[in-house]
């Protein structure tokens, strides 16, 4: 018992030393190609602290929080911004819930016997919502020009390939007594859907939109990077042009608000989801 | 599609009516909360419109060359740049692999710290808790573009970035995972004889490990994704030659970045969810 108690330990050995030197040679891959050697590393990982250090102080030196007038210096102008920010969010995830909400029945197994059409729409919202929203930005600023308009239609986009998919596995879970019931009353398909499947579905929707809305906050939140639209643009361009501590006012405004909605979306959605059961 | 029951119904519709009036007349306060919500969330949308300043004209002529664009985008072609752009795509994988393990090591000794059973100071849990979601609540490229300015230009900034990005994440979902090990191994190997240290590495690390094995995995998956894009404000990999291309119009390029990335995220996924089953045996959720 003792050698087969042996062989089983130098066996799982062996597999873990295996694995260690995999991960060892990759790491060693992966630091060549991205030109990073310990060396480097330790040289410029004290600039991080420094430059930590700066974003904490007023263009006087002092510490930021002596003077929180200066700090906040641009309250009225930011505060603008993160509403505009905020409204993207509301569009981008109001309409891609409307555009996820009208394909998920389509993709779902359940209620769509075409299989043509249920791949169709299963392709489309992969495609929606594999491609980052950052790169759809990219491409509508250049379309559209400069503007919160871009930065909705990226969000939406996104929303609609992540709450279809969302939505449909969603649907597909649903009981189908009521729609075998409306089928045989002799309910058309958009019947069937209206009366048996969305009062199942619908407090499971809403509360997916508005979890979709906390994580679109964040996003409309970089949109501005690219030119399209809000926060983004005041942050990149005191992160350009060294405004050390608008840079910090602006990121603590950016990280409160998305703490505030993270805690109403949560409430709301755990009053949701209550109602529902 | 009339079946028989739909005829038996209708011609029964008075009795029906008569024995079911809730669900013939309900009751209208629910209705009306409905309507006004939708209402509401309609009225909100529209004023968003009003006040972003979306016009028909804008939204039109973006249509328009937007189609333009698409057209320009088939087919796909590479322009004689493609082993630049599968170099850029090395060094995105080498950003997401390097940067979720640093935070993964980083975020160990964070991750013990904030699990309530191994730090029981409730003032002290809440304390790590709230800064590990604070580091969370900043997106990956506001990190890009912090270390960016910091440490210059390149992948060791993006490296970071992610890195900066996932802490919070992991630390989080560590301790979750050090909170949910059963006490009942740690009792044992302390029942006969073990000290502290054998507690940790016989009773806990056997129980957690596998879970954040797969946590990482997870994580390096998804952090293919944006280390994709955090070349856009220039900490490297493929996002800045996707945004350059984009820039200068070069339509067929770009819809060939995006294809190659399409596809190497789909490989990644595979891969890794293949290895996460191996090493966990089950189908584990994905964190949210």
Known sequence: MMRAYAQAVSARRARVMLGAAILLVLIAMSARTSEVDLAVFFARIGSVGDYFDRLLRLDNGQRVWTDLGEWFWGLGRWSRLLFDTLLIAYLGTFLGAIGGFCLCFVAAENLTKSRGLRFAARRFLEACRTVPEIVFALIFVVAFGLGALPGVLAIMIHTVGAMGKLFAEVVENIDMNPVEGATAAGASWTQTVRFAALPQVLPNFASYALLRFEINVRGAAVMGFVGAGGIGQDLVESIRKFHYADVSAILLIIIATVMVIDLLTERLRHRLIGAAR | ?288
């Open chain 2, 1 to 288: 599609m009339t079946g028989p029951l739909r005829h038996s119904a209708l011609a029964d519709r008075g009795g029906l009516e008569r024995r079911h009036p809730r669900i013939f007349r309900p009751p209208p306060g629910p209705r009306v909360a409905t309507v006004a919500l939708i209402v509401g969330a309609v009225g909100l949308a529209i004023c968003a419109m009003w006040w972003l300043e979306f016009s028909f004209d804008r939204i039109g002529s973006g249509l328009v060359q937007l189609g333009y664009f698409l057209q320009l985008m088939v087919p796909p072609s590479h322009g004689g740049k493609l082993s630049h752009y599968l170099g850029a795509l090395a060094e995105t994988l080498a950003i997401a692999f390097l940067g979720t393990l640093l935070a993964a090591v980083l975020a160990l000794p964070a991750g013990v710290l904030a699990a309530k059973n191994v730090v029981a100071n409730r003032i002290l849990h809440f304390f790590i808790r709230r800064s590990l979601d604070t580091v969370r609540g900043v997106d990956t490229l506001i990190w890009a573009l912090i270390f960016v300015s910091a440490v210059g230009l390149g992948p060791f900034a993006g490296m970071l970035a992610i890195a900066a990005a996932d802490f919070g994440a992991f630390g989080k979902l560590f301790s979750e995972a050090i909170e949910n090990s059963d006490r009942k191994p740690i009792e044992g190997v302390v029942a006969s004889g073990g000290g502290e240290l054998h507690a940790v590495r016989f009773g806990v690390l056997p129980q957690v490990f596998p879970v954040m094995l797969s946590q990482v995995l997870y994580y390096i998956e998804s952090n293919t994704r944006s280390a994709t894009i955090i070349g856009i404000v220039g900490a490297g990999g493929i996002g800045l030659h996707l945004a350059e291309e984009i820039r200068t119009l070069e339509w067929d390029r770009v819809a060939f970045l995006v294809l190659m990335i399409l596809v190497t995220v789909a490989v990644i996924d595979f891969i890794s969810a293949r290895l996460r089953f191996a090493i966990i045996g089950r189908r584990v959720a994905a964190p949210a």
